[in-house]
């Protein structure tokens, strides 16, 4: 099967304990997905390490990069293919220096074309954009609108990801104006009948893209 132009990116709920593993095998499992953010907030780092352990294992079992928000010394502790940093976290030179350059790096640019330029030109992997539709997940203070992802897919080769609320639903604007990745989280663990499905419905609109 030809991969789709576009591709889906999870992100974990900030609670991933109890079944959650269980949850995230059930997403994974169902269809294709190229990556998982691990995003935890205010846990020390060795409670964070326990708690992301079992889900990189379900990450390498299943060919899909593992990428860790904000802490660039749990993703060297882990081994992780990934880290995701905001602006206010650490910058991305210091990162690059501290990971070396098999570590993939997205930086979040909110809806700044200047940012994302800044991003790119540091040698960020990926600029994610956000948020486009309104989100549970965290506070909605920026909100780009599509001129901004067929702007970036136009003049650059780096992939963006479009961020914030995405269902099955409302994605099809985001695949048509040129996002490379859907980075998801309640759209997948809030869907009523379970991960699984969301992952399969997302799935079946992105093979079409």
């Given at each position: 099967m030809i991969d789709p132009d576009c591709q889906l990116y999870l992100i974990s709920p900030l609670e991933t304990g109890g079944d959650f593993p269980q949850q995230l095998k059930?997403?994974?499992?169902?269809?294709?997905?190229?990556?998982?953010?691990?995003?935890?907030?205010?846990?020390?780092?060795?409670?964070?390490?326990?708690?992301?352990?079992?889900?990189?294992?379900?990450?390498?079992?299943?060919?899909?990069?593992?990428?860790?928000?904000?802490?660039?010394a749990l993703a060297r502790q882990l081994g992780a293919d990934g880290v995701h940093l905001g602006q206010s976290d650490e910058n991305l030179k210091n990162a690059r220096a501290e990971l070396g350059l098999d570590v993939q790096i997205g930086i979040t640019c909110h809806d700044s074309r200047h940012l994302a330029m800044e991003a790119g030109e540091g040698g960020?992997?990926?600029?994610?954009?956000?948020?486009?539709?309104?989100?549970?997940?965290?506070?909605?203070?920026?909100?780009?609108?599509?001129d901004i992802l067929q702007w970036w897919s136009a003049m650059m080769?780096?992939?963006?990801?479009?961020?914030?609320?995405?269902?099955?639903?409302?994605?099809?604007?985001?695949?048509?104006?040129?996002?490379?990745?859907?980075?998801?989280?309640?759209?997948?663990?809030?869907?009523?009948?379970?991960?699984?499905?969301?992952?399969?419905?997302?799935?079946?609109?992105?093979?079409?893209?």
């Open positions: 059930a997403a994974l499992e169902a269809g294709p997905v190229a990556a998982f953010q691990f995003r935890v907030k205010d846990l020390a780092q060795q409670e964070a390490a326990r708690l992301a352990a079992p889900l990189k294992a379900l990450c390498d079992e299943h060919d899909v990069a593992f990428v860790v928000n904000d802490d660039i960020a992997n990926y600029v994610a954009f956000g948020a486009f539709f309104p989100t549970q997940t965290k506070e909605t203070v920026h909100t780009p609108g599509l080769e780096i992939p963006c990801v479009a961020i914030g609320g995405i269902t099955p639903e409302n994605c099809p604007p985001l695949v048509e104006a040129g996002a490379d990745f859907l980075a998801v989280c309640g759209g997948v663990w809030n869907d009523p009948k379970g991960p699984a499905h969301a992952v399969r419905s997302f799935n079946e609109i992105l093979e079409k893209s």
